[in-house]
Antibody
């Protein structure tokens, strides 16, 4: 069974860069696409983007100018960087597994609450 | 972007009764080449990540109780809980994966009456 474990800083100041990493345990790392989704407190879900084991990426146009999703196949990990953070980026960030590009979310990490505050 | 609209925002249902949640997409999510609706449903409990319930609009994920069912096609979809149990109290989301960016409905909160 594929499990996702994520980590990263939970408190940032405005203008700083969010950096989160997600490790994948079990299953075939190359068989899936890997995605990041966020959820502001008490609100709905927003897709940030995805990557695959070849390093191909697909981003939400609303965040594309600030986002980088990268992958390290040697460690079965993928990462999210979101630059120029503001209070509006305060959210729980989830890493997740999808069976194919732009597909339903088959498995989720535990989530990381990221708060942006001066 | 495809806009997903759920209704109602919340509903209260008695234990053992039926709960029905609606989801409407701003354009059809029926993909002609595979004749499948690219629509999924998730359940989210407080403090937890969402959990996949249904994909391809009506295919139940492994391990999901059969009281959960999905129906609909094109732009109009429904998630039905045939007999509400206490553990079904959650927020439910629909999601389209017809095109990127993937988008979600605003959520429907289900409570016990």
């Amino acid at each position: 069974q594929v499990q996702l474990q994520q980590w990263g800083a939970g408190l940032l100041k405005p203008s700083e860069t969010l950096s989160l990493t997600c490790a994948v345990y079990g299953g075939s790392f190359s068989a899936y696409y890997w995605t990041w989704i966020r959820q502001p407190p008490g609100k709905g879900l927003e897709w940030i983007g995805e990557t695959n084991h070849r390093g191909g990426t697909n981003y939400n146009p609303s965040l594309k100018s600030r986002v980088t999703i990268s992958i390290d196949t040697s460690k079965n990990q993928f990462s999210l960087k979101l630059r120029s953070m503001t209070a509006a980026d305060t959210a729980v960030y989830y890493c997740a597994r999808v069976p194919d590009t732009g597909s339903y979310i088959a498995g989720w990490g535990q989530g990381t609450l990221v708060t942006v505050s001066s | 972007d495809i806009v997903m609209t759920q209704s109602p925002d919340s509903l209260a249902v008695s234990l053992g009764e039926r709960a029905t949640i609606n989801c409407k997409s701003s354009q059809s999510v029926l993909y002609s080449p595979n004749n499948k609706n690219h629509l999924a449903w998730y359940q989210q409990k407080p403090g937890q990540p969402p959990k996949l319930l249904i994909y391809w609009a009506s295919t139940r994920e492994s391990g999901v109780p059969d009281r959960f069912s999905g129906s609909g096609s094109g732009t109009d979809f429904t998630l039905t809980i045939s007999s509400l149990q206490a553990e079904d109290v959650s927020v439910y989301y629909c999601q389209q994966y017809y095109s990127t960016p993937l988008t979600f409905g605003g959520g429907t909160k289900v409570e016990i009456k």
